[in-house]
């Protein structure tokens, strides 16, 4: 089974701009979680989309938003970026609800924001 | 406040030694504990998940144990080896709330 797939790996963008990164999760995974790490803040959960419903999300500015199609793929945006936008976006995936299951994460998208 | 705390921040160690690191957790209602394996600039994968019944859980030279009564875990890495270098990650999820709470991480460097 192919693993979690993320697109783009890299990426450099200006401020103002905005980006959308791709996400496609295991084969029969249902659930799809985003998340943002920068070196000093660790894993900060962004949010979860579960049957193309988002069922949770962390605290981060409406300028953060997601969605998810009826094959269990997922998009992030990000609109009017900012310097401090600049991280690893990962995304996981699991059969159920993320909270109850091993989530499997991607290999992210490495943002730059200059 | 849900909350999970990792030490030590960094370890460094020989190869071939055992090492233990721990996490603290306050999240409640319990559901189930997990630890990850990040190597830099790359997806965490998972090592074990517990659930409050289990106590102790393996997975090769890895060995995780949870005592849900003082809301701690360690996870035990024996006999290590360079490629174990990497983030460990202790991840909590609260249970019918949705949500996973991350600790910020275990930076582990295995020296030859």
């Known amino acids: 089974k192919a693993g979690v797939t993320q697109t783009p790996r890299y990426l450099i963008k200006t401020r103002g701009q905005q980006v959308t990164l791709s996400c496609s999760p295991i084969s029969g995974h249902r659930s799809v979680s985003w998340y943002q790490q920068t070196p000093g803040q660790g894993l900060q959960f962004l949010f979860e989309?579960?049957?193309?419903?988002?069922?949770n999300k962390g605290n981060f500015p409406g300028r953060f938003s997601g969605r998810q199609f009826s094959n269990s793929r997922s998009e992030m945006n990000v609109s009017t970026l900012e310097l401090g936008d600049s991280a690893l976006y990962l995304c996981a995936s699991s059969p159920r609800l993320a909270e109850s299951e091993t989530q499997y994460f991607g290999p992210g998208t490495r943002l730059l924001v200059l | 406040k849900n909350q999970v705390e990792q030490s030590p921040q960094s370890l460094i160690i020989l190869e071939g030694k055992n090492c233990t690191l721990q996490?603290?957790?306050?999240?409640?209602?319990?559901?189930?504990l997990r630890w990850y394996k990040q190597d830099t600039g790359r997806g965490p994968v998972s090592l074990t998940i517990?659930?409050?019944?289990?106590n102790t859980k393996s997975n090769g030279r890895y060995t995780a144990t949870l005592d849900a009564d003082t809301k701690q875990s360690s996870l035990h890495i024996t006999a290590s080896q360079l490629s174990d270098s990497a983030s460990y990650i202790c991840?909590?999820?609260?249970?019918?709330?949705?949500?996973?709470?991350f600790g910020t991480g275990t930076r582990l460097q295995v020296f030859p």
């Open positions: 989309y579960f049957s193309e419903t988002q069922r």
């Open positions: 996490c603290n957790y306050t999240v409640s209602p319990f559901s189930n």
């Open positions: 991840v909590v999820s609260a249970k019918n709330t949705d949500k996973l709470i």
């Open positions: 517990m659930t409050f019944s289990e």
